[in-house]
């Protein structure tokens, strides 16, 4: 949780406290499914936690190459819209998320390009 804070630090707080509010009762539903008495399914569930931050770090990163910080912030936004709308029961499918997250953000880029050259004309 840490990591998502520090990333959209300077980008939107109210938004940005919504967003992380839905990823954190995300983690919360996850953890609610797995039986109390079995520690290698609480294990399961810390390693999911973790592979869902390395996925959007990721993501983020690679989206700060392209497109720069401020459309990675948002496209970091949609990635955790996207898993929000997953669903809690499912098991953990990062590449789906990103792929959601990614064709959001081809609409984005896309969008802006034909408005800025419309306007050049």
């Not at 770090?57 to 496209?75: P, R």
Request: aromatic residues 6%.
């Amino acid at each position: 949780m840490h990591l998502l804070k520090s990333i959209f630090d300077h980008f939107a707080p109210a938004r940005i406290s919504h967003q992380t509010g839905c990823l954190e009762r995300w983690i919360d539903t996850r953890r609610r499914t797995v039986p109390p008495s079995g520690k290698q399914y609480r294990h399961r569930a810390v390693e999911e936690t973790a592979g869902m931050e390395r996925a959007l770090a990721s993501y983020h990163a690679a989206v700060v190459m392209k497109y720069g910080v401020e459309e990675a912030a948002i496209a970091s936004l949609d990635w955790i819209e996207e898993l929000r709308m997953s669903s809690a029961e499912e098991p953990s499918d990062w590449r789906s998320v990103t792929t959601a997250a990614a064709r959001r953000l081809a609409c984005r880029v896309l969008v802006s390009e034909c408005v800025q050259k419309s306007t050049a004309e």
